[in-house]
Structures are given as structure tokens and as C-alpha cells.
Nanobody, 117 residues
Framework: VQLQASGGGLVHPGGSLRLSCAASGGTLNIYAIAWFRQAPGKEREGVSCISVGGRSTYYKDPVNGRFFMPVDNAKNTMYLQMNSLKPEDTAVYYC???????????WGKGTLVTVSS
């Protein structure tokens, strides 16, 4: 599976941004799909994950209630809708798929999100 993430950029605190991740070579709905991020000087961390078949959706505490993870199965594309952005959301964001949430097998290249005034 190949994953292509896009949509990063510079946004002011309180603003919104939507990341996209287009998949090819495989169908998203047979995988657990997730977004991770890595802030400068920190380890990569999970952000959100949808289990295989869309049965469950998980959001990590720092983003719960602000970030949402819609999926367009017709386009084989997953998104990360980020609202009420904070400077601490600044990171390189990665999309990934795998057999179970948080244990991912295929990764896209990251896209940089910078939240700054």
C-alpha cells in the first residue's frame, strides 16, 4: 500500500486545517488506519485511529474533541480535520495503515503543520 499525505501548512492558533491521505495499491477499509505526529525534539505519537472495518475510532487525549478523522471510501482517502489548533499541535503528521490500531505496517511521508501567530 502506498500512502500520500498532503495539506500541511502554516495556520494561526485557533484555526483549522484538513490533511488528506490518498491510498493506492490497497483498499483502506480492510486496514486499521491512523494518523501520527512527531513534534520537534519529540518521539512520534499516535493521534487518531480507526479499527478495521470502521468499528471503532480512537482519539488521543490532546486532540480529543478538536480533531476528527473522516474517510471517503469511494476515493480511498482518509482525512484529519483539525480544529481549534494550538501551537503544541505543531508537528510533522503521518498517515499509516496496519492490521490493528497503533501497530502500523505502511506509512506515508509526513506533512508539516505549523501553528503560529
Amino acid at each position: 500500500v502506498q500512502l500520500q499525505a498532503s495539506g500541511g501548512g502554516l495556520v494561526h492558533p485557533g484555526g483549522s486545517l484538513r490533511l488528506s491521505c490518498a491510498a493506492s495499491g490497497g483498499t483502506l477499509n480492510i486496514y486499521a488506519i491512523a494518523w501520527f505526529r512527531q513534534a520537534p525534539g519529540k518521539e512520534r505519537e499516535g493521534v487518531s485511529c480507526i479499527s478495521v472495518g470502521g468499528r471503532s475510532t480512537y482519539y488521543k487525549d490532546p486532540v480529543n474533541g478538536r480533531f476528527f478523522m473522516p474517510v471517503d471510501n469511494a476515493k480511498n482517502t482518509m482525512y484529519l480535520q483539525m480544529n481549534s489548533l494550538k501551537p503544541e499541535d505543531t508537528a510533522v503528521y503521518y498517515c499509516a495503515v496496519g492490521e490493528v490500531c497503533w501497530l502500523m505496517d505502511y506509512w506515508g511521508k509526513g506533512t508539516l503543520v505549523t501553528v503560529s501567530s
